[in-house]
């Protein structure tokens, strides 16, 4: 296959290059549904898989973003960065089919073996593609169009995502119900989908047109530009916001799923309805995101979609109390919608803030640090995360209050905080340190949080309009965002003003 890139490109061939970026994005969501997330840990459970190897097999994809150093070198040598794209991509994908075949091969013990040491390999390929992917994408799409183009990339592969999920679960439960004792060989046939559906997407990336990287008239050293972005000042501390905050989030959120299925034992199909449900969220709100993140800027909307997501991750820990209750399900509804409009903010506007602050001739190494710090962090967290969950075990801190009225006790339980709670704890604590870290960034276009949630809520009313008439609902839609700002309802956001300048 010969590629070419061109100096100039017409409107009419970015327009036709970015419709393929779009098909490759259905096409890799579309995978990574089917091979990752929970059908990936039910797979490995399957496999009689610990916590700790629950966390290996989350650390490694990050741990192999290390090879994007090398990638820098490979391609300013060949400055072809579509062949690089598409013969990783095309590698990494293939290995699904191996994953596909451990159950016929391979006994349990020896399967998790393989399933490790493929996912390593498929990791690899997939972070040297990566890196000349996103330098590719910074050439290609203009800046002024990047929170519109990725949020209805992300829109639309979600949507078919979510479709996706719904099926394979439906699937999934009546292979269970026809054939209980082979239940590990459903996720074969998942895996294997998912291999052809990636390789059909490494067909649309190599449809791409790619513009000429820019010549750099001074040559600079291997190692000179690999540590260039950690000594610009800005960018420097957009990498440690990104670092910490990959962080909290790696070392919580792998075990969900684990949680679910061993603290809360709930079956797979209510699991599927709380991930779509976080998945149909996730959808609605990109568009919204989209739009504010290119009327203001990508900060703004990381600062109020970052604190709304470690509100999320500290309130699994109310889920027991200390042991299912009767809001137990009503809280992971909640949690599960307020995940999704978090998650859909801060996944469009850390992306594109690193693509907005990598100068122009220089993003494949600019991108490659950012993304190496904060795979590292994201590497180091579920290993973490899986040893403190085994290690606090049988750990209990709880007080309660006691009130005796004529002779007779009555013990009111104010905390309990078990196993989990400590870890969910402590990863909202880290996530805290992470959002104090993002007020440090700059970014051309920067506002008022409170201006950000202004516009939010207008974007939500629009939409709302064409659902409902009742009033009220508008002002629902306002309390969260004002409270995970640990701000007065009544003085810091009076409701009242805000829906007249509205």
Known sequence: MK???????????????????????????TMGTLTGGVFL????LKLNASNSVIGLIAAIPPLMHIMQIPSIYLVEKIRVRRAITVFASA???????????????FDPRTGLFVLVGSITLNSAFAAVGGCSWNSWMRDLIPQDRLGAFYSKRMALSTAFGIIVFLASGYYLAYWKKQFPDYEIYSYSLLFTLGFVVGILGVYFISTIPEPGMERIEKKQGFFTMVVQPFKDPNFKRLIIFLASWNFAVNLAAPFFTVYLIKRLEYDMKYIIALTVLCQVTNL???RIWGRVSDRFNN????SVCAPLFIMCIFAWTFTTFPEKHAFTMPLLILIHIFM???????????GNISMKLAPKGKATTYMVAQGLASSMAAFISPIIGGQCIDYLKGHEFSFSFNLIRHGVETIIPALSLSQWDFFFVFASIIGLYSIHRLAAIIEIGEVEEKIVISELISEVRRGMRNFSTVGGLRYMLQIPFVIIRGRSLNKKLDITKLDKTL
């Not at 840990?41 to 490995?44: G, L, N």
């Not at 900060?299 to 990381?302: D, G, I, T």
């Not at 998650?343 to 506007?349: D, M």
Request: aromatic letters at 8%; charged letters at 15%.
């Open 91 to 105: 590698i990494s994908r293939t290995l699904w089919l191996l994953i596909a075949m451990i159950p016929f091969i």
């Open 340 to 350: 999704g409009i978090a998650l859909s903010g801060v996944t469009l506007a850390s």
């Open 299 to 302: 900060k703004s909307v990381l």
């Open 41 to 44: 840990v039910a797979f490995a």
């Open 3 to 29: 590629f070419t890139v061109k100096d100039a490109i017409s409107e009419e061939g970015l327009n036709r290059g970015l419709r393929a970026v779009i098909k490759d994005g259905l096409c890799s969501h």
């Open 284 to 286: 609605l709100f990109l």
